[in-house]
């Protein structure tokens, strides 16, 4: 039998799902690469209709990150090991119209491309477009980034390419600064090892948003093979390699993150251990730590770059097991705090010793508090911030984030802005801020210093002073329109040197956030559904949650629901909030929660909240304890109830 006979027959007997088929059909009518069809046989011979339908149920759309799926399949085809031995990195990524794979790279880039020339074109620009290509350490992506970067040439743009690994954020940064069109970085941030992803940030030097998402997306989608006709060499575009020039020019940018360097005086004692998790965060971030005068240590093993992680069972600094070999050392030399960053060095996770002496990690929430706490109260204290113009003073955060923050901001007198998940939602902020800038401010403003920027924002328009979301992203300049890793480790390690200057520890320091300001918990979540079969699940969870809306949860009737799926949701500046699958559910006894699909993994994400503020003035040791246990305790009792709920809207 054939083997279009055999996928039809496995179709009709429903093994195989008709959009399988129709996607493997695609894959053939648009390649010749002969890894293709024997990696297809080899899996239709021996029955591997599950493997099948999970590569080519669908195919790859962008969400909220771009780009991402597997590139080393669950089951490896002999045709993808190639020549690598059993133990290495196949030779080919794996097939699939769902998966990260020369043939996806491909039509992304050359849709990027398309979308680039016509929107030129249409804005009346002159010149070809600028793209910069960017990698980390995972599976595949030098190879990715050199493919892209030929593809963009040979279609007519010249390009800029890194020389080895580097952080999203110098991305982001890289693009603002050479006025680029588009930037693209090649990872799957966090993710497990055998993914990879195509971010692709504007001109702008953020993440994608409408216009431009949908634009892209129907350009991709227009192109059906991975082959292309370069244009005639006179029309090409040219190639530039980036490295320490570039390097250089941002260092500047993130050094200047440190708002008291003087502090370092009083914390000499401060011994910081950082790990890059075998990431891009080992280009910069002991470079940067050290010239700064931080007492920096980093975990040897982890320095090298490795796409296998192979000294962690995931590469998300937010996970305890993840920071076990950095903590081993902190615990070792005597180190007060340990930071670790994922492989594209955009997040940041911590460890931070408590009174009794052991590490403590905290939670993405507590950390960007103590950040938007210090670099408030500091800008205040310098007089940079004052009773004039702290109405033009924001912190941004998304929805999702603690509302810590909000309390601190708000005690402050600085406005709070909320925007959807993504941190595309929160540079979208920093562009309309920028532009509400005088022109000829405006025609210089790359170029300006950080000082510059923000005495012309408070000023003339909004000053951004921090931003984050729970999920372990942080960003303090709009100079990089992405979440920084690099810059994190900075203004945490600030935060940190403050804390020790003040003679305190940051679990104590933290404390004292809370007694002012009320002590906010926060629980999260998830349920992982993989394949076409989870998809499915997802979004009937999705539909269930929209079409029928708890009353109930935990003895506690719910009096609201928003649900932001049905659009006409405004913000805090009176910006229409774009339509998302994310439900909010409160509780008559004060606590919350949201759900919501992953953008970027087959996941369905809940986050619960709880909290307890002081009925006058600050509470007590005592007070803060108890509230502590309290809230804790009714996040475990919602968490119970949501799950019940998730198995009775299943089935």
């Known amino acids: 039998m054939s083997l279009e006979s055999l996928l039809q027959q496995a179709a009709d007997d429903g093994k195989l799902l008709e959009s399988s088929l129709k996607n493997i059909q695609s894959l053939f009518a648009g390649s010749v690469n002969p890894v293709y069809r024997a990696s297809v046989e080899e899996l239709a011979n021996v029955g591997q209709w599950t493997e099948l339908n999970d590569r080519f149920y669908a195919a790859l759309k962008f969400g909220t990150g771009g780009l991402r799926g597997r590139t080393i399949g669950k089951i ?28 996806n790279v491909s039509r992304a880039t050359q849709g990027l491309v398309a979308y680039a020339i016509k929107y030129r074109a249409n804005a009346g620009l002159a010149g070809k477009p600028k793209i910069v290509f960017s990698h980390d350490t995972r599976h595949f992506s030098p190879e990715f980034a050199k493919d892209c970067a030929k593809i963009a040439t ?16 110098e991305m ?19 993710n497990p090892a055998h993914d990879n992803g195509y971010k692709v940030n504007y001109a702008d030097g953020a993440g994608i948003v409408e216009p431009h998402a949908t634009g892209i997306i129907t350009e991709v989608n227009a192109i059906k093979s991975e082959a292309y006709t370069p244009l005639p060499e006179d029309q090409r575009g040219t190639l530039t390699i980036l490295g320490e020039e570039m390097d250089q020019i941002y260092l500047k940018r993130v050094e200047a993150l440190m708002l008291q360097p003087e502090l370092l005086e009083k914390a000499r004692n401060l011994k910081i251990v950082y790990t890059a998790l075998h990431g891009a965060g080992g280009v910069l971030v002991p470079r940067i730590l050290r010239k700064l005068g931080f007492n920096t240590l980093t975990v040897p093993e982890q320095d090298i770059f490795d796409g296998r992680f192979p000294t962690v069972a995931s590469p998300n600094p937010e996970n305890a097991p993840t920071l076990a070999m950095a903590v081993a050392l902190a615990d070792k030399e005597g180190a007060d705090i340990v930071i670790g960053t994922d492989p594209d060095c955009d997040r940041m996770g911590v460890g931070v010793r408590g009174l009794d002496g052991k590490m403590q990690l905290l939670t993405g929430n507590q950390i960007g ?6 670099r408030i109260k500091t800008f205040f204290d310098l007089g940079i911030i004052n009773d004039a113009n702290k109405k033009n003073a924001v912190l941004i955060k998304t929805f999702v984030t603690t509302d810590l923050q909000s309390a601190v901001a708000e005690g402050f007198g600085i406005g709070v802005v909320n925007t ?23 025609a210089k403003y790359r170029d300006m210093t950080d000082a510059e ?17 729970e999920s372990y992203g942080y960003l303090g300049t709009d100079s990089t329109r992405d979440k920084d890793g690099n810059g994190a480790v900075v203004m945490f390690a600030e935060v940190a040197a403050y804390a020790a200057s003040q003679g305190k520890t940051l679990i104590e320091l933290l404390d004292d956030i809370y007694a002012e300001f009320g002590y906010f918990l926060e629980s999260n979540h998830s349920k992982t559904f993989e394949g076409a079969e989870g998809a499915a699940k997802i979004q009937k969870l999705a539909d269930s949650y929209a079409n029928q809306p708890p009353t109930e949860f935990d003895g506690s009737p719910v009096i609201r629901t928003v649900d932001y799926s049905k659009g006409g949701h405004l913000d805090e500046e009176g910006d229409t909030i774009p339509k998302e699958k994310m439900l909010w559910v409160f509780t008559a006894d004060g606590r919350a929660f949201a759900v919501r699909p992953s953008g970027t993994e087959p996941k369905i994400k809940y986050y619960l909240y709880g909290r307890q503020q002081p009925s006058g003035g600050k509470f007590t040791a005592e007070e803060l304890s108890a509230a502590k246990e309290k809230v804790s305790s009714s996040l475990k009792t919602l968490w119970s109830a949501i799950e019940k709920d998730i198995d009775a809207r299943l089935a």
């Open 76 to 103: 490896v085809t002999a045709a993808e090991r190639g020549n690598a031995a059993a133990d290495a990195r196949p030779e080919y990524a794996c097939v699939g119209t769902n998966s990260m794979n020369e043939y």
């Open 154 to 169: 040979d279609l007519g743009c010249d390009v800029y390419l890194f020389d080895g690994p580097r952080a999203t954020p």
């Open 172 to 190: 982001s940064f890289s693009v603002r600064q050479l006025r680029a069109d588009a930037g693209v970085m090649l990872t799957a941030s966090h």
């Open 369 to 374: 508090s103590l950040i938007g706490w210090y």
């Open 420 to 442: 959807l998940t993504g941190f595309k939602y929160i540079s979208a902020k920093l562009e309309k801020y920028e532009q509400a800038l005088p022109a000829d401010i405006r």
């Open 453 to 469: 920027t923000r005495t012309a924002r408070l000023e003339h328009s909004k000053f951004f002073v921090f931003g984050g979301e």
